[in-house]
């Protein structure tokens, strides 16, 4: 792994970790192709591009890649979190919530902002063994037409446990 470090960036390799995982644990990832635009301890920004397998019929982001985006941040910044802390924590989401604003017609970003929550929760967990639970906010932005006007908004309810 340090091989990686010296010759890719963080978003480089939190990339290639997530088109791995699409590759041999989860192939609707890899089919969405999301990449990794900004990673932070408190912020991560993923882009889905909008391309023929990720468009509805009327040409914009259909709604299920849009879900994918809102997965995959959610998700890549609670398990950098969870392996960071060197505790064996399981993650799932036990649900999720859409708000659709307006058609996605480009590249979509998707941004969570909930690192130090995230990171709150993964201590709850280690330390009580029980399962804990939280909202965890995730906005979609197409900054190539709409700036960060968002097109669409999710909640993901993140529901960790010890193993």
Not at 143 to 150: A, C, D, M, Q, V
Request: proline share 5%.
């Amino acid at each position: 792994m340090k091989i990686l470090e010296r010759f890719f960036s963080l978003t480089t390799r939190a990339t290639i970790a997530t088109r791995w995982l699409g590759i041999t644990k989860i192939p609707l990832l890899y089919f969405a192709r999301p990449s990794v635009v900004e990673l932070t301890d408190e912020k991560i920004v993923v882009r889905i591009p909008l391309r023929r397998r990720t468009k509805n019929h009327l040409g914009s982001m259909y709604f299920g890649a849009l879900a994918v985006g809102a997965d995959v941040s959610a998700g890549l910044i609670a398990w950098r979190r969870i392996d960071e802390s060197g505790v064996p924590i399981s993650l799932v989401f036990k649900d999720i919530f859409g708000e659709f604003l307006r058609r996605p017609e480009a590249d979509v970003h998707f941004t969570c902002t909930e690192g130090g929550g995230i990171d709150k929760l993964v201590q709850n967990a280690a330390t009580s063994g029980e399962r804990v639970e939280m909202p965890i906010h995730v906005t979609a932005t197409v900054p190539s037409l709409t700036g960060e006007e968002p097109v669409a908004r999710f909640t993901l309810t993140l529901s960790i446990k010890k193993k």
